[in-house]
């Protein structure tokens, strides 16, 4: 069955670096590879898609990519700012179960002043 | 505009019970999708509707239904509660299109304590 494993479970930075977030995926080949942002007790909100003929996606001060051949995506934040804490969900979908949504744990991010 | 809602935001059940909830989704979306996300965990699929329909199901049990209805609002069904039903209850909606490209809009959940 699909795995996703997000490298960590808590990572710790201070305001102004870039927080880099690790997605690493097994027994699956996604179309589309997503990142989501979840504060405690709400629901995840979309950020940015990336699909699988592509290799980097920016959006403001974000930035994904995406190594089909590693089965890695890669999540970056620059000048993270305290608002940045949240976990971060990365998601796969594609093939034949289109419309489904494998995630994985995610990453809680926390950005210190 | 009125993003995705749901109902309730919080319910206490006991082991044996039935739960019903619900979700509105956003302006404009057609297909709902239905998420399990325990403490710790990330959301786990539990099944997709278009037009009516169940479009895609996710390794749950049948004391999981749901139905959606001709304004594509939808519900959530879940017979003979168990503890291990506690969770959060998310409901997802997007057009098709979107939706199969994995860009989703969420609601806040209902948060389900089954003792």
């Known amino acids: 069955s699909q795995k996703i494993e997000q490298n960590s479970e808590a990572l710790n930075i201070q305001e102004g670096k870039t927080a880099t977030l690790t997605c690493n995926y097994t027994?699956?080949?996604?179309?589309?590879l997503q990142w989501y942002r979840q504060d405690p007790g709400r629901g995840p909100v979309f950020l940015l898609l990336?699909?699988?003929?592509?290799k980097e996606k920016r959006k403001e001060r974000l930035k994904v990519t995406f190594d089909t051949t590693l089965k890695q995506s890669l999540f970056h934040i620059t000048a993270s700012q305290p608002a940045d804490s949240a976990t971060y969900l990365c998601a796969l979908a594609g093939g034949s179960t289109l419309g489904r949504l494998y995630f994985g744990r995610g990453t809680q991010l926390t950005v210190w002043p | 505009d009125a993003g995705v809602t749901q109902s309730p935001t919080h319910l206490i059940k006991t082991r044996g019970q039935q739960v019903t909830l619900r979700c509105s989704p956003k302006?404009?979306?057609?297909?709902v999708s239905w998420y399990q996300q325990a403490l710790g965990q990330g959301p786990q699929f539990i099944f997709q509707y278009y037009e009516e329909e169940e479009r895609q199901r996710g390794n749950f049990p049948d004391r999981f239904s749901g139905h959606q209805f001709p304004n594509y609002s939808s519900e959530l069904n879940v017979n003979a509660l168990l503890l291990g039903d506690s969770a959060l209850y998310l409901c997802?909606?997007?057009?098709?299109?979107?939706?199969?490209?994995?860009?989703?809009?969420f609601g806040e959940g209902s948060r389900l304590t089954v003792l």
């Open positions: 027994n699956y080949s996604p179309a589309y």
């Open positions: 990336i699909r699988e003929n592509e």
């Open positions: 302006s404009g979306h057609d297909t």
């Open positions: 997802a909606s997007g057009t098709l299109d979107r939706a199969n490209t994995g860009e989703l809009f």
